[in-house]
C-alpha cells in the first residue's frame, strides 16, 4: 500500500454524518412497480427524443428515446409494457412544473427486449470510440448527482489524461448509495474502472473514498488487489463535507485545481462517480442498460430507512412505501442530501437517474426562517471551499449588481451551502446566490436574442438596400438603351451607314456587359462582407 | 403528499447571533469582576444603568422605525454595545454621561444606520469618543484603586454619586479621584520626569499599575476564551497586541526614559479590552483574513502614535474608529484568491 499525499481545499464542515441510519441492511431490489414515468429530461444537455408512441408495447431495457445532439443521453424502457401515454408530468423539482415524459403501463411480466446489444466477453477487444458508443447507448449519465452524460466526458483526445479520480467521497449527510454498492459491488466497480482505463489510458487512478466508510474502502481494496489493475489505488481522505464535490476531490486527490469557469479536462483529470462506473460495467460487460439505480431512502421521516434498487421512474411514493412510510409529522421530501438536495412539493413524481438519496424530515430537521442582518462575522468566508467572500456576494446579489457578483466569481460558487449552514444570521444565502445565477444567465440568453435579431435586422437592411440598387441600375441600362434606339432612328434618318452601326453596337455591348460584370463583383464582396461580421 | 418547499440546505444552523452576543457578555465577565474588585460598586452600577438606557433607546427607535421589537432586542448586541461602552468610562461616571454616551452609540451611530450590520462604525467607540471630547474633565474623573483607597464607598454610596454627584460626608471628587497609569505617564512627561523618576513615584504595581494589570489579564483570559471557542479570528487581537507591543518595544529600547515598556503598554490600558473585545467587532471591521490582521495592526500602530505623541491619554477608540473607515477599502484590496483563479 503506497500512501498517497494529500492535499486539502479551503474550509468545509464537519457534519454529523447520519450514515449510520441506512447502512445496516443490504441494498433491496425493488419489483417495478405498475405504472413509470420517464420524463424525457433528465440529464444535462439537450432533452431526448422519444422513439416510442402510445399504444407501443416495449420490453425492458428497449430504447425509449435517443439522445439528440452530444450532449444528451438514451432512455430505456425500465420494464416490460406499453406505453400509455407520452405527455406533460410533474417531475421531481420545487416548481413541480411537468416535464415530458413517456408513461409505461407495466404488464407485470417484466420481460427483457429483444435485440438488445449482446454483453462483451472482453471489452479490450472494443476500441475506445465504440466503448464510449456502447455507453452512450446505455444511457449512462453521473449518477452522483449531475446527471452529466458519460459518453461526453470521454470523448477526448489521446493521452490528454494524466488522473482518472473515482469519487466515493460521499460527503453529504444521510447518503449512503454509494457506500453500500461498493460494500456490495466492488468487483463490478472495479471492472467499470478497468473500461474507462481502456478508453482514458490515463496514468494514474485514484478512488477518492471518505474515511467513515471503513468497510467500503476495504471491500474496493480487496477487489483491486484480485483484479490487478496498474497504477490504480485507493486513497482514504478525511471526512469533510464537501470533499466529493468534483473540484474538491480533485484538489485533495491531485493537488491541482480547476482553472476557475473551466474544466477537470484542462488539467489533465476526468473525474467519474462510483455509482456511474458500476453502470458502465454492468451496460458493457453484461448488456444492460440504465435502468435502475441504488437510492437511499431515508431521514428521520421514515420508517425503515435503508438502500433500494430501484427502476428509474418509479414514484417516489412508491419507493418511501418499501422504507416503511413516513413517520408522523413529517414536514419535508428532499431529493439528495440535506446540503444540497432540493424539496419537492409532492412525492407523486417519478425517480430520476440522478437521484440518489430520498430524504425525509420531521421540523427538527429544518431549517428556520428567523434571518437578520449580516453581521459581517466572516464566518461564511472561512468554511467556503470556493475561497468566495460568500457575504459581499449576498449584498450583490441582494443589490442586483450582476457586474459587481461576477466580479467576485459568483459562477465559481458550488452551492454546496457551507457558508449558508454557519451563517450566524441565518441569511438563506445560497437562494440568493442561485437566484442571481439565473437572473443573470436569462439576461445573458436575452442579450443574445436580441443581438441575434440585431444582426438579422440589418443584414435584411443591406439585402434591401442593394436590390434597390440592382433595380435602379437595370432601369438606367433600359433608358440608356431606349435613347441610343431613338439616337440610331434620327442618324439613319441623315446619313444611313450600316457599318458604322454595327461597330457602335459592338462597343456598347462590350461595355455593357463589363459593367455587369463590375456590378456583379461588387454585389458579391458586399455579400461576403456581410457574412463575416 | 404535499410537503412545504424550501430552499437548501436543510439544516438547522448551527451559529446565532443572539449566542454569539450572549457568549460575548460571558467572556466580559471575568474583567467586570476584577474591575469591580478594584473600582467598587461604581462598575457595576454602570453596567446595569447603561444596559437598561441601552435596551430602552433601541426598543424605541425600533418602534418608531416600525421594526419588530423583541426579535432585535433579544439578539444582544445593544447590551454588548452598552457594556463596551461602560467599560471605558470612569467608574463613578453620573448617569447624564452614561446617557448621552449610550444615546450616541444605540441611536446615533447604530439605528440612525439602519441597525446591526449596518452600522460603518463601532458603535461604543462613537459614543466614548463624543464623552471624550465634550466631557474631557468628567472622563477624567478615575478614582484610585480600592487596595490603595483611604476611603470606601458602599453600594448606596456609590449610587448616590451616580445619580446626585453628593458625596458621602468628607470625601469629594479630590479625594477619591486617580489618575490612570496611562495618564500618570503623559502629564508626569510633559512635566519633564523620566520614565524611571515615575515609576519610584506612583503605584506601577507588579507589572503596569496597580489593579489595572489585572483587570487586562482577566479580558486577555475572556479574549483567548472567546478565541478558543472560535467566536473571534486571532487576526486582530494578534495584529493590533502585535503592533502596539513591537513599536513600543523599539522605541522603548530607543530611549527608555521617555517610552514606556510593552509590558506597560499592553496591560496598563485599554489595550486588552479593545485587542480581544472592541477591535474585533465584525460589522465596523475588515472581514477577509488578511484584511482583520492590517485592520489590527492599523489599531494598534494608531494607539501607540495617539499614546506617544498625541492628546488623549489612550488611543484605542481613535484607532478603532479611523480603521472602521479604512476598512471597505481594505476589503476590497485583501480579497482572497479564489479557487482556480490564476
Ligand atoms: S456568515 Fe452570515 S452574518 Fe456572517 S458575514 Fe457571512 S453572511 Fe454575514
Ligand atoms: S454555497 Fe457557494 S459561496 Fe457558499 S460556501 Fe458553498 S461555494 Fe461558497
Known sequence: ?533 | MKFQIDSSPHLPPVNDVSRLMRQVLLALLPGIAVASWYFGWGVLINLVVATLLAVGFEALILAIRRRPVVPVISDYSAVVTAWLLVLALPPLAPWWLLTIGVFFAIVVAKQLYGGLGYNPFNPAMVGYVVLLISFPATMTNWMAPTTLADFHLGLSDALRVTFTGEFPPGLDWDAITAATPLDTVRSGLRLGESISEMQDQIPFGLLAGEGWEWISIAFLLGGLWLLWKGIIDWQVPVGLLAALGLLSAVFSLYDPEYFSSPLYQLLGGGAMLGAFFIATDPVSGSTTPLGRLLFGIGVGTITFVIRSWGGYPDGIAFGVLLMNMAAPMIDEYTRPRVYGER
Open chain 1, 1 to 533: 500500500m503506497t500512501l498517497h499525499k494529500l492535499g486539502h481545499f479551503h474550509g468545509g464542515l464537519h457534519l454529523d454524518d447520519h450514515k449510520a441510519e441506512s447502512t445496516g441492511q443490504p441494498i433491496e431490489p425493488q419489483p417495478p412497480g405498475k405504472e413509470l414515468v420517464l420524463p424525457l429530461r433528465q440529464h444535462i444537455g439537450h432533452d431526448a427524443e422519444a422513439v416510442v408512441k402510445p399504444g407501443d408495447r416495449v420490453g425492458k431495457g428497449q430504447l425509449i428515446a435517443q439522445p439528440f445532439g452530444d450532449i444528451s443521453a438514451a432512455i430505456h424502457a425500465p420494464t416490460s409494457g406499453t406505453v400509455v401515454a407520452i405527455e406533460g408530468r410533474p417531475f421531481p423539482h420545487p416548481s413541480g412544473l411537468p416535464v415530458e415524459s413517456i408513461v409505461i403501463a407495466a404488464d407485470g411480466e417484466d420481460r427483457w427486449a429483444q435485440g438488445l446489444p449482446a454483453p462483451v466477453a472482453d471489452f479490450r477487444n472494443l476500441s475506445a470510440p465504440e466503448l464510449t458508443q456502447r455507453i452512450r447507448e446505455a444511457g449512462i449519465v453521473g449518477l452522483g448527482g449531475a446527471a452529466f452524460p458519460t459518453d461526453a466526458k470521454l470523448r477526448i483526445d489521446k493521452n490528454s489524461i494524466s488522473t482518472l479520480v473515482i469519487n466515493g467521497a460521499e460527503c453529504e449527510p444521510w447518503i449512503t448509495c454509494d457506500d453500500m454498492l461498493m460494500r456490495e459491488q466492488a468487483s463490478g466497480i472495479v471492472s467499470g474502472i478497468a473500461i474507462l482505463q481502456h478508453i482514458l489510458r490515463p496514468m494514474e487512478t485514484l478512488i477518492g473514498i471518505e474515511d467513515n466508510k471503513p468497510e467500503a474502502i476495504e471491500a474496493m481494496r480487496q477487489a483491486l488487489a484480485t483484479a490487478r489493475l496498474d497504477n490504480t489505488e485507493v486513497v482514504v481522505i478525511p471526512t469533510l463535507y464537501p470533499s466529493g464535490g468534483e473540484k474538491q476531490l480533485i484538489k485533495i486527490l491531485t493537488g491541482k485545481e480547476v482553472p476557475s469557469g473551466g474544466l477537470p479536462l484542462q488539467i489533465g483529470v476526468v473525474c467519474q462517480n462510483v455509482g456511474t462506473t458500476f453502470a458502465i460495467f454492468e451496460a458493457i460487460v453484461e448488456g444492460k442498460p440504465l435502468i435502475e439505480r441504488v437510492v437511499t431512502v431515508t431521514g428521520d421521516g421514515v420508517q425503515q430507512p435503508h438502500n433500494l434498487r430501484l427502476r428509474i421512474g418509479t414514484p417516489i411514493s412508491a419507493a418511501i412505501a418499501a422504507a416503511g412510510g413516513y413517520v408522523e409529522g413529517v414536514a419535508e421530501l428532499l431529493i439528495g442530501g440535506p446540503m444540497m438536495g432540493v424539496a419537492l412539493p409532492s412525492d407523486e413524481v417519478p425517480l430520476i437517474k440522478s437521484a440518489n438519496c430520498i430524504l425525509a424530515s420531521t421540523p427538527a430537521n429544518l431549517r428556520r426562517h428567523d434571518a437578520h442582518p449580516c453581521i459581517r462575522c466572516g464566518e461564511c468566508a472561512t468554511v467556503c471551499p470556493a475561497q468566495l467572500l460568500p457575504q459581499q456576494l449576498y449584498w450583490y446579489a441582494r443589490a442586483k449588481d450582476h457586474d459587481k457578483a461576477e466580479d467576485h466569481h459568483l459562477f465559481d460558487c458550488i452551492e454546496c451551502g457551507c457558508c449558508d449552514y454557519v451563517c450566524p444570521s441565518h441569511i438563506p444565502l445560497v437562494q440568493y446566490y442561485r437566484h442571481a445565477k439565473g437572473e443573470i444567465r436569462h439576461l445573458r440568453k436575452e442579450k443574445e436574442k436580441a443581438d441575434r435579431a440585431r444582426i438579422r435586422h440589418q443584414l435584411r437592411e443591406e439585402r434591401l438596400a442593394r436590390e434597390k440598387a440592382e433595380r435602379a441600375a437595370r432601369l438606367a441600362a433600359k433608358k440608356a438603351a431606349l435613347e441610343k434606339k431613338k439616337a440610331a432612328k434620327q442618324d439613319a434618318g441623315d446619313t444611313p451607314d450600316p457599318k458604322k452601326d454595327a461597330i457602335a453596337a459592338a462597343l456598347e455591348r462590350a461595355k455593357a456587359r463589363k459593367a455587369a460584370l463590375q456590378q456583379e463583383k461588387a454585389g458579391k464582396t458586399a455579400q461576403e462582407s456581410n457574412e463575416s461580421p
